[in-house]
């Protein structure tokens, strides 16, 4: 098997420090399996801002396109400035360049039974990502967000055939390998044009799919259901906001925000990605909780098994998130966002320890 290549992008906030602690993990987990990695490193964010003017070069784009995948942390873009003083959104860059339709979100519980969720959380938010409600990518020119009068603001909501269709298609994929269930969210009673395409294409993916029960749901009473009951959810699918709200819900019912990964896929490419922003106020004090993306990049490596039938990569993926279970469900061993006491760099150096074959 080739050496692997991945772009590292370390962002702002505390990207750069669960972006070292992924990589001290993935460089471990592949020597583990006589394996190693090439990292480009290339600057973003507020970084790149003062070196280049712009938060995010497009050369990244080509470069990224050599690699087999980008391992992202996390950016501090509504800080940035406008978009005509370099301020653009790399995450939203690069999802509309590579074409990443599929944020796959999952949440379970790694520490144990919750006392205010005792039935558990097993499930995976599959959200739209290049369409909907994100006006910073949802449109092929300009923006789909207007202000005809300083009074007035005007936001535009794509839906399409393609897009709902292949959304639909990887989610019944994903409930497919698990428990069988997939249910769909959405506001057709009142977003009838739109919602009632997405779920028109949903039904339509469904009739492949025999195996799994496929159930629709509104998406307000979406909201009470996965606090009554988390436990029943398997694979949720939703479009880009509505999915975005309720994997937040579900993360934090799996245990939070640090324990949040998740990939952005397209057919032909992956990135690594944390669900969550780049947490200002704890950035810069060693105490993030890095396995939001080391589970991410487990996710990558996974994504690129099954895509380029690489059983050694899969394998390496299980071996890390093992080791994540391993660690987070020991309370001597949790940082302080979930209970403990460990550091960043503390807490890595112990799940590195319990990567085991
Ligand atoms: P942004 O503006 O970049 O979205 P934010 O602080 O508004 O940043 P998040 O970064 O998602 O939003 O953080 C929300 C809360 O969760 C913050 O209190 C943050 O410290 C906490 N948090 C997020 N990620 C982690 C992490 N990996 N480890 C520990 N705490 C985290």
Redesign the pocket.
């Known amino acids: 098997m080739k050496n692997l290549k991945f772009l590292v992008l370390e962002g702002d ?2 990207g750069p420090e ?1 972006v070292k602690a992924s990589i001290n993990v993935l460089q471990a987990a592949l020597k583990k399996f006589d394996m190693s990695v090439d990292l480009i490193y290339e600057d973003i964010g507020f970084v790149s801002l003062k070196k280049h003017k712009t938060t995010f070069r497009q050369e990244i784009l080509k470069i990224g396109e050599e690699c087999d995948g980008i391992i992202l942390g ?1 950016c ?1 873009h ?1 800080d940035y400035p406008p978009t005509n003083e370099g301020g653009l959104n790399p995450s939203g860059v690069i999802r509309k360049y590579f074409d990443l339709y599929a944020n796959v979100r999952p949440a379970k519980n790694r520490l144990g039974k919750s006392t205010k969720f005792p039935m558990g959380i097993d499930c995976i938010v599959m959200r739209e990502n290049t369409e909907g409600f994100y006006s910073d990518r949802n449109m092929y020119q300009g923006v789909g967000e207007l202000m005809p009068t300083k009074d007035c603001a005007i936001s535009i909501r794509n839906i399409t055939r393609k897009g709902s269709t292949r959304i639909a298609e990887i989610g019944f994929k994903y409930a497919q390998e698990r428990r069988k269930k997939l249910v769909a969210i959405h506001k057709a009673n009142v977003l009838r044009f739109s919602d009632g395409l997405f779920l028109e294409c949903a039904r339509e993916v469904s009739k492949k799919y025999p195996d799994v029960e496929y159930k629709e749901q509104i998406v307000d009473s979406m909201s009470a259901l996965i606090i009554r009951d988390p436990s029943v959810f398997d694979v949720i699918l939703a479009t880009n906001l509505f999915g975005d709200n309720l994997s937040d819900a579900a993360s934090e019912i799996a245990g939070g ?2 324990l949040a990964e998740s990939i952005n896929a397209g057919d032909d490419y992956c990135i690594a990605q ?1 669900q ?7 950035a810069g004090k060693n105490i ?2 890095p396995v ?1 993306l080391i589970g991410s990049t487990a996710m990558l490596l996974d994504w690129l098994g099954k895509k380029n039938n690489e059983e050694k990569l899969k394998k390496i993926s299980t071996m890390i998130e093992n080791a994540i279970d391993k660690t987070v469900i020991n309370k001597e061993t949790r ?1 302080p ?1 979930i209970g403990g006491k460990l550091s960043t760099t503390e807490f890595t150096k112990k799940l590195i320890e319990n990567l085991g074959i």
Request: without cysteine.
């Open positions: 906030g505390i669960i996390t501090s509504n925000l640090g944390a969550h922003g780049s947490a200002p106020d704890i993030a909780n939001s940082t966002d």
